[in-house]
């Protein structure tokens, strides 16, 4: 899986459905306007391989990858706000 870095001022967020930080991270990140790309590790081929790779071998969701290449594991909207104002 090839995944790119998001545009300027958006994140792409990796997920599952039944995680409740994932939808809890969605809802607040929609709420302040962060424009965000969804993928789920379950459907997406290869994504849980890149998770893992980023959270030490752990398919650990959300995990959120910022325009400079960098991730955040399960992060509060505070932290996403201040990376992406960086």
Do not use: H
């Not at 994140?11 to 930080?21: H, I």
């Not at 990140?29 to 959270?55: C, H, K, Y």
């Not at 398919?59 to 992406?84: H, I, Y």
């Amino acid at each position: 899986m090839t995944v790119t870095a998001p545009q300027p001022g958006s994140v792409t967020m990796f997920t599952t459905t039944w995680c409740g930080y994932c939808r809890n991270l969605k809802k607040q990140m929609t709420s302040a306007g962060i424009a965000f790309t969804e993928i789920d590790i379950e459907q997406t081929p290869d994504a849980a391989r890149l998770v893992a790779e980023v959270n030490d071998g752990n398919e650990v969701v959300p995990t959120v990858l910022f325009t400079d290449g960098t991730t955040a594991t399960n992060p509060s909207l505070s932290e996403v706000r201040k990376r992406l104002e960086a």
